[in-house]
């Protein structure tokens, strides 16, 4: 556990002086006054007028973001949930301003702003538009507040043309100046929705001509003497296996049995890092971007097509660069042997998760004859795998994703996308090669970059424990005590697998969880069930072609485990040094652009499922209630779909104080019941979707 981790445990429970928590945790002065100085940066623990130190959570302040709803409620969104304050004492503040509230109610919904700590100054993006002889800019956020911001004279912009643009100066309530940072084209123009996020959140999409021309000196094909001191796999039963839309192939895998009884397993990565190098202009654009973007029907590659689709994807026939992890498994599926190793590969088969499935369920599928017998192979040593990882306390939420049915540019259906034996078999295997690669590099003490799940907040399982009890599902064991053991969370889920609350918990117990994210030190995965005290960690290598971080890692490992810093005109610890100095760095981008890039991915699913539920106005669903508050209800139909139901729409409506019924002309009313409504509106500026309940047609559990 980290100082930081140390220090925020200690401090949830009271307030400690500074000596105090120097004494409890045996803590030199100054790494405490280092790592307090930054948990007061990110506000995340408090020093009070006593001279203590307590944890933001448990003190009567709160720091978050001000959002501004169209109808002039003020909200401001912290780490601890949402604090409402009165519109009459906000006027001063805009959205997106991060400010400082004091709570005024002991639940903590209610507060005052009493400090504006930095002014919003991110990008937004309008609509120009003619009033009274003046040009005005009509803000996309309409969700949030309504902002007049009007052009400057020397603003020579037509009607109708997307901009992007920061406040100006305030000359009036929600009314401000416009500085125009750039004409991002017309409202009408194909994309212009997705592009204007883009631009909002500074997601680069365009590859520069600096960029291309680098490209177009790296070669279309892999040279003989690219094949230099690696190991010749290319005349191996190796193979791709993806989704049908798949573009770029960057892990291919290969099994045999040996005459011992023992599994081979070959996990074999792109070598991404042979022709990325660091210093060049694809390495700078690749730090800017981070990751690959994959929306419904697009992604926004990290790497030029030239590169992703091309000379770096494993496509099936010709010759490639790989990092391979080559493993010997026992017939239980216990890790024997292992090594890491410079290849080329020449992939057998673009194989797809459709038809391997379909192998795997005894269907016969032409040209997968000659892999039949690998393949069930791999998901006998694949199941092995799921079943260690979850006896060792893996948590598997079972939470599918929604897949959008396309046909001639149109959304035509939403489905679940269902993980079958072919996915949950790739998974377990990138699983494994990434906690060997993780573990070789702790265990030669290496810099490098982790991927880490930190321990859920125990304030979160209580609530979630005590929302089991008021739903009569009474656990064997507490999850309070047990907390930090992630085998009790699926402990919990298996309980309540075939109870009508399932969804529900399962969704309450995924949101208690914190995000997994990058750290330059090694961490424990929370999800995972990995342990830095049981020898083994975790990490991302699978993915070169869409991820940053593990391009970095193939380097890392390409100079270290496997040996090139030798043949470099380098110090072996001065590049030890210089990867510990820029690690953090990388780690903090790795991160930052993991999550820009799932909340655009979201953003998109979230509108584009709006926009298909359009015509569906006025047409009933059956679903089930899956939160209870005091703005209404929302149910969930199909697991996919999310229907609000406003308090104002349910005659008498009476939310109870543990959101666990509600009360409608007295009739009492619980999560998880059945109901069925009438899709009413849809707000794709607000990605929410609305309906009403049919009262005669309410369904009992």
């Known amino acids: ?87 009459n004492f906000s006027s001063y503040v805009a959205n997106g301003d991060f400010v400082k509230v004091h ?98 959140e500074q997601i680069p999409y365009i590859f520069s001509k600096k960029v291309m021309k680098e490209v177009e000196q790296i070669p279309n094909e892999v040279r003989e003497k690219d094949k230099e001191n690696r190991t010749d796999y290319t005349n191996d039963l190796i193979f791709t296996i993806d989704g049908n839309d798949s573009k770029d192939f960057d892990d291919a895998v290969s099994l045999k049995q040996l005459d011992n009884g023992n599994y081979l397993l070959g996990v074999h990565i792109a070598d991404v890092s042979h022709y990325i190098k660091k210093g060049s202009k694809i390495y700078e654009e690749v730090l800017n971007r981070g990751t690959s973007i994959y929306l419904i029907d697009r992604v926004i590659p990290m790497l030029p097509h030239e590169i992703s689709n091309g000379i770096c994807s494993l496509n099936e026939g010709v010759d490639r660069l790989t990092l391979s992890v080559i493993a010997e498994y ?27 499935n379909k192998v795997l369920n005894g269907e016969e599928v032409p040209g997968y004859e000659n892999f039949k017998d690998t393949l069930f192979l791999m998901n006998r040593l694949a199941k092995k795998f799921r079943k260690i990882r979850f006896k060792e ?3 598997n939420f079972e939470r599918e994703e929604p897949k959008f049915i396309i046909e001639n540019d149109e959304i035509i259906d939403i489905t679940l996308r269902n993980r079958g034996q072919a996915e949950k078999l790739i998974e377990e295997f990138m699983i494994e090669a990434n906690k060997i690669v993780a573990t070789t590099a702790h265990n030669m003490y290496l810099p490098f970059l982790y991927r880490g799940h930190r321990i859920p907040d125990v304030e979160n399982i209580t609530d979630l424990e005590e929302l089991l009890k008021l739903l009569g599902i009474e656990l064997p064991y507490s999850l309070e005590d047990n907390y930090n053991n992630p085998l009790y969370m699926q402990k919990t889920l298996d309980l309540c697998k075939d109870s009508p609350y ?70 072996y610890n001065q590049l030890i040094s210089e990867y510990e100095q820029e690690l953090p760095y990388l780690a903090t981008i790795a991160s930052k652009t993991e999550r820009r890039s799932m909340d655009l991915e979201r953003y998109i699913d979230r509108s584009k499922m709006c926009e298909y539920l359009e015509k569906f106005i006025g047409e009933s669903f059956t679903g089930q209630v899956i939160r209870i508050d005091e703005k209404g209800i929302v149910v969930e139909v199909n697991d ?14 009476k939310c109870d104080e543990n959101k666990v019924y509600y009360y409608s002309n007295g009739e009492k009313h619980s999560l998880a019941e059945i109901v069925n409504v009438t899709l009413t509106s849809v707000s794709k500026e607000e990605s929410i979707v609305y309906a009403k309940i049919n009262r005669e047609k309410i369904l009992r559990r």
């Open 1 to 87: 556990m980290s100082i930081e981790e140390q220090i925020i445990n200690l401090l949830s429970k009271k307030a400690y002086s500074y000596h105090e928590i120097c004494d409890s945790l045996n803590i030199s002065k100054e790494d405490l006054y280092l790592n307090l100085r930054k948990l007061e940066k990110s506000y995340k623990i408090l020093k009070t007028k006593s001279n203590t130190y307590l944890t933001t959570n448990k003190s009567e302040y709160r720091f978050g973001t001000v959002e501004k709803r169209y109808d002039g409620t003020t909200f401001i969104k912290t780490d601890y949930g949402i604090v409402k304050v009165n519109p």
């Open 640 to 653: 996919l779909y999310k229907m609000r139901i406003l308090a104002h729409t349910i005659p008498n409506f």
């Open 330 to 356: 026992s017939e239980s599926g216990k890790l024997v042997d292992y090594h890491i190793e410079k290849s080329v590969i020449n992939s057998k088969k673009r194989m797809t998760y459709e038809n391997v």
């Open 103 to 200: 709570l005024i109610d002991f639940k903590g919904e209610n507060g005052l702003i009493e400090e504006v700590i930095t002014k919003n100054n991110k990008y937004m993006t309008g609509t120009v538009y003619f009033k009274d002889g003046i040009k005005y800019i009509l803000n996309d956020d309409k969700k949030y507040q309504k902002l007049k911001v009007r052009l400057s004279d020397d603003n020579k912009i037509a009607d109708d043309f997307k901009v992007l643009f920061k406040l100006g100066k305030q000359f009036g309530n929600n009314n401000y100046d416009a500085e125009i940072i750039k004409v991002i084209g017309h409202k009408d123009d194909p994309d212009i929705e997705m592009i204007c996020k883009l631009e909002k």
């Open 502 to 571: 399932y969804s529900i918990v399962c969704d309450r117990l995924l949101h208690s969880m914190k995000k997994a994210e990058y750290y330059p030190i090694p961490t424990d995965h929370y999800g995972l069930a990995v342990k830095e005290e049981t020898g083994r960690l975790y990490t991302h290598f699978t993915s070169p072609i869409r991820r940053i971080n593990d391009l970095i890692i193939h380097q890392i490992i390409k100079d270290y485990v496997i040996g090139d810093v030798y043949k470099k005109n380098v110090d």
């Open 393 to 395: 306390g893996s948590i």
